[in-house]
């Protein structure tokens, strides 16, 4: 494969059509900054730590017991754990194809020898049904994961397709994919997974390959949900989403990932059989959900329960669950809905989603997760011990290794692919949607060079590093919150709003533009409608939400005792933020209830330091709030 072949190809979300096409694995080269210290620090550490904790606790030697004829009841891990391994391939695949490492190569290489052993002559793959001492194939459709499973195979199968070509593992994938159409296509089993996965796992593996029966069989699964094909549970049909057809629902619901995993397999099938309405009732559960249902951070999931979305409003701070994997699976879904329509509110929800989600999750190390992205700790949790697998999703510390570690791998998988949702182009369109230093080329003879510190400051240069003849259009993503924007080029210099700056001419080989984002920090208020923070304020600067830690108050204080006096803005000083704050300490009370106010005791003012909420608990356990309780709001003009 050649590496133009790899820039046509090499992108985990290709779709036939839409206002915008992805730029390849190789096209953007991250070159400093943010998010290339997050990549690094993946392919550094967490490719070999999730390897490792997995041959450490036998979920990859399932493979090897299914081969060897060795299965039986003391299986190691949850039915799911296959997908895990299979997430891992996927990561080492995309870091492969992203800087060439041999080592990420060999992985893939030694991981999927362990795999194919495994595979049944028909095609079937999975380590947890189907064997000696297991219960067969299929039988438990609704909590099985056979068919996720296999979802996430097909995925990982696409990011080795398109980094170095047809190989065993594309091979294994294809057998299994075919088992797949011939066990539940139009004539037989009429059933569905009840975790979304098979989906979209389908509809880019047919992509990839021009295999239209696995497009075909996505749609099938599509079209099959929301009439009560699985079995009810106590939680409900909704938490498979089965309970709705996908085109009538008008918001998600259920659990998160799950609800979020469907869409996105939505939107493919939408795009590639040219499907107006299915992709429609895609955008009105986004906006929905979106304006309703979804945290100041993008995180999605309210209610621990079923790791699911509330009812619309239901967005308490201190029980937001917030899985890591459900901002990763609301950035899949967003990246769909772009490159689809081209409308620019999906990429700045990524924005947000990116770096208050993903980059909240992993450690600076790239070994230790959040599984869970609460906006409120009230107790500094417990020091994780990284020897052993924390058995809660929860804790208010980071993990090495969960019980249920769905949420490492994918942010494995994400970030060595991250750089992809950098940039799109269109017809003699270039189009920046996320700011990061990097090296950018793209069809018909354009090539840039972004510099920026962001989000530290809002400067972003691009310098044209080769020009095609002919006029090109370049437009620079300009966030909604960024009211005030300066765009320099071509010598002027020109207030730009929210959306995108465009420069729409012939670009000069050397020249530079700049755009510029006010990174002033700001008072956020949430809607009356969220019961859960009404009387309360958040900090934002830039893309970042911020958030108070205990360990920044004055001594004696607790978080509970803080109020924001915002009637004085947030200021910066040397690269801290602060609020004007006041410290009310609360007598211990028989009875925390009382006929009227009982006033303040001893007011104490204090400016409070606020820190990015995606480093919180980076320097030890910590209480943290990011709506903070309001002593006084500023006057209304």
Same mark, same amino acid.
């Given at each position: 494969?050649?590496?133009?072949?790899?820039?046509?190809?090499?992108?985990?979300?290709?779709p036939?059509?839409?206002?915008?096409?992805?730029?390849?694995?190789t096209?953007v080269?991250?070159?400093?900054?943010?998010?290339?210290?997050?990549q690094?620090?993946?392919?550094?550490?967490?490719?070999?730590?999730?390897?490792?904790?997995?041959?450490?606790?036998?979920?990859?030697?399932?493979?090897?017991?299914v081969?060897?004829?060795t299965?039986?009841?003391?299986?190691p891990g949850?039915?799911?754990?296959?997908?895990?391994?299979?997430?891992?391939?996927?990561?080492?695949?995309?870091e492969h194809?992203r800087?060439?490492?041999?080592?990420?190569d060999?992985?893939?290489?030694?991981?999927? #020898?362990?795999? +194919? @052993? $495994?595979?049944?002559? /028909?095609? &079937?793959l999975?380590t947890?049904?189907?064997?000696a !001492?297991?219960?067969?194939?299929?039988?438990?459709?609704?909590m099985?994961?056979?068919?996720?499973?296999?979802?996430?195979?097909?995925?990982?199968?696409?990011?080795?397709?398109?980094?170095?070509?047809?190989?065993?593992?594309?091979?294994?994938a294809?057998?299994?994919?075919?088992?797949?159409?011939?066990?539940?296509?139009?004539?037989?089993?009429?059933?569905?997974?009840?975790?979304?996965?098979?989906e979209?796992?389908? #509809?880019?593996? +047919? @992509? $990839?390959?021009?295999? /239209?029966r &696995?497009?075909?069989?996505a749609?099938?699964?599509? !079209?099959?949900?929301?009439?009560?094909?699985?079995?009810?549970?106590?939680?409900g049909?909704?938490y498979?989403?089965d309970?709705?057809?996908?085109r009538?629902?008008?918001?998600?619901?259920?659990?998160?990932?799950?609800?979020?995993?469907l869409?996105?397999?939505?939107?493919?099938?939408?795009?590639?059989?040219?499907?107006?309405?299915?992709?429609?009732?895609?955008?009105?559960?986004?906006?929905?959900a979106?304006?309703?249902?979804?945290y100041?951070?993008?995180?999605?999931?309210?209610?621990?329960?079923?790791?699911?979305f509330g009812?619309?409003?239901?967005?308490?701070?201190?029980?937001?669950?917030?899985?890591?994997?459900?901002?990763?699976?609301?950035?899949?879904?967003?990246?769909?809905?772009f490159?689809?329509?081209?409308?620019?509110r999906y990429?700045d929800?990524?924005?947000?989603?990116?770096?208050?989600?993903?980059?909240?999750?992993?450690?600076a190390?790239?070994?230790?997760?959040?599984y869970?992205?609460?906006?409120h700790?009230?107790?500094?949790?417990?020091?994780?011990?990284?020897?052993?697998?924390?058995?809660?999703?929860?804790?208010?510390?980071?993990?090495?290794w969960?019980?249920?570690?769905?949420?490492?791998?994918?942010?494995?998988?994400?970030?060595?692919?991250?750089?992809?949702?950098v940039?799109?182009?269109?017809?003699?369109?270039?189009?920046?949607?996320?700011?990061?230093?990097?090296?950018?080329?793209a069809?018909?003879?354009?090539?840039?060079?972004?510099?920026?510190?962001?989000?530290?400051?809002?400067h972003v240069?691009?310098?044209?590093?080769?020009?095609?003849?002919?006029?090109?259009?370049?437009?620079?993503?300009?966030?909604?919150?960024?009211?005030?924007?300066?765009?320099?080029?071509?010598?002027?210099?020109?207030?730009?709003?929210?959306g995108?700056?465009?420069?729409?001419?012939?670009?000069?080989?050397?020249?530079?533009?700049?755009?510029?984002?006010?990174?002033?920090?700001?008072?956020?208020?949430?809607?009356?409608?969220?019961?859960?923070?009404r009387?309360?304020?958040?900090?934002?600067r830039?893309?970042l939400?911020l958030?108070a830690?205990?360990?920044?108050?004055?001594?004696?204080?607790?978080?509970?005792?803080?109020?924001?006096?915002?009637?004085?803005?947030?200021?910066?000083?040397?690269?801290t933020?602060?609020?004007?704050?006041?410290?009310d300490?609360?007598?211990?009370?028989?009875?925390?209830?009382?006929?009227?106010?009982?006033?303040?005791?001893?007011?104490?003012?204090?400016?409070?330091?606020?820190?990015?909420?995606?480093?919180?608990?980076?320097?030890?356990?910590?209480?943290?709030?990011?709506?903070?309780p309001?002593?006084?709001?500023?006057?209304?003009?």
């Amino acid at each position: 494969m050649t590496v133009e072949d790899i820039r046509t190809l090499g992108s985990p979300v290709m779709p036939s059509r839409g206002r915008q096409r992805p730029l390849g694995l190789t096209d953007v080269v991250l070159t400093g900054g943010f998010w290339a210290r997050l990549q690094d620090a993946n392919a550094a550490a967490t490719l070999r730590h999730c390897e490792e904790w997995m041959e450490k606790l036998g979920w990859l030697a399932n493979f090897d017991r299914v081969a060897d004829g060795t299965t039986g009841p003391d299986r190691p891990g949850w039915s799911f754990s296959d997908s895990e391994v299979y997430k891992l391939v996927e990561a080492y695949a995309w870091e492969h194809g992203r800087s060439g490492d041999p080592a990420a190569d060999e992985a893939v290489r030694r991981l999927t #020898a362990r795999i +194919g @052993r $495994a595979q049944d002559v /028909d095609g &079937y793959l999975n380590t947890a049904f189907g064997h000696a !001492d297991q219960p067969p194939r299929y039988s438990d459709l609704e909590m099985g994961h056979e068919l996720y499973c296999v979802g996430h195979l097909l995925q990982a199968a696409v990011a080795r397709l398109r980094t170095t070509g047809a190989d065993e593992l594309v091979a294994i994938a294809q057998c299994a994919a075919d088992h797949v159409c011939a066990t539940f296509g139009p004539d037989g089993n009429q059933g569905i997974c009840g975790h979304p996965e098979i989906e979209v796992g389908l #509809a880019e593996f +047919g @992509r $990839a390959l021009g295999e /239209d029966r &696995y497009l075909e069989q996505a749609r099938l699964f599509l !079209d099959r949900r929301g009439h009560g094909t699985l079995r009810d549970i106590s939680l409900g049909r909704a938490y498979f989403q089965d309970d709705t057809p996908i085109r009538e629902a008008s918001t998600w619901r259920g659990h998160a990932v799950r609800a979020l995993y469907l869409t996105a397999a939505a939107v493919d099938v939408a795009v590639e059989r040219d499907d107006p309405e299915l992709l429609a009732a895609v955008e009105r559960q986004w906006t929905n959900a979106v304006a309703r249902r979804t945290y100041l951070t993008g995180g999605m999931g309210s209610r621990h329960q079923d790791e699911g979305f509330g009812e619309d409003w239901e967005l308490p701070p201190d029980r937001a669950y917030c899985e890591t994997c459900a901002g990763i699976a609301s950035v899949m879904v967003s990246w769909r809905l772009f490159l689809a329509t081209g409308d620019v509110r999906y990429a700045d929800l990524m924005e947000r989603t990116f770096f208050n989600v993903l980059a909240a999750s992993p450690r600076a190390d790239g070994r230790a997760f959040f599984y869970a992205n609460p906006l409120h700790q009230r107790t500094a949790g417990a020091v994780a011990d990284d020897s052993e697998v924390n058995p809660r999703a929860e804790g208010g510390v980071r993990a090495a290794w969960f019980d249920v570690s769905c949420c490492p791998t994918n942010v494995a998988r994400t970030l060595a692919a991250w750089h992809t949702h950098v940039a799109t182009v269109g017809e003699r369109e270039l189009t920046l949607l996320q700011y990061a230093s990097a090296h950018i080329e793209a069809p018909g003879g354009l090539a840039i060079e972004v510099t920026t510190a962001y989000p530290d400051n809002g400067h972003v240069s691009v310098r044209i590093t080769r020009a095609p003849s002919g006029p090109v259009t370049l437009r620079l993503r300009v966030p909604p919150w960024a009211t005030g924007a300066e765009l320099a080029e071509g010598g002027r210099c020109s207030t730009v709003t929210p959306g995108f700056a465009v420069i729409d001419r012939e670009l000069v080989t050397g020249e530079t533009i700049e755009l510029t984002l006010p990174m002033t920090p700001r008072f956020t208020w949430p809607d009356h409608r969220i019961d859960a923070v009404r009387g309360c304020v958040a900090v934002e600067r830039g893309p970042l939400v911020l958030c108070a830690e205990s360990l920044d108050l004055p001594p004696g204080a607790t978080l509970d005792d803080v109020r924001v006096d915002a009637r004085v803005s947030p200021s910066e000083r040397d690269g801290t933020v602060t609020v004007h704050a006041m410290t009310d300490p609360a007598p211990a009370e028989p009875w925390p209830y009382a006929p009227a106010s009982a006033g303040t005791r001893g007011l104490a003012s204090t400016e409070l330091p606020l820190i990015p909420y995606h480093r919180w608990a980076e320097r030890g356990p910590a209480a943290m709030r990011v709506w903070l309780p309001v002593h006084a709001e500023p006057d209304l003009p």
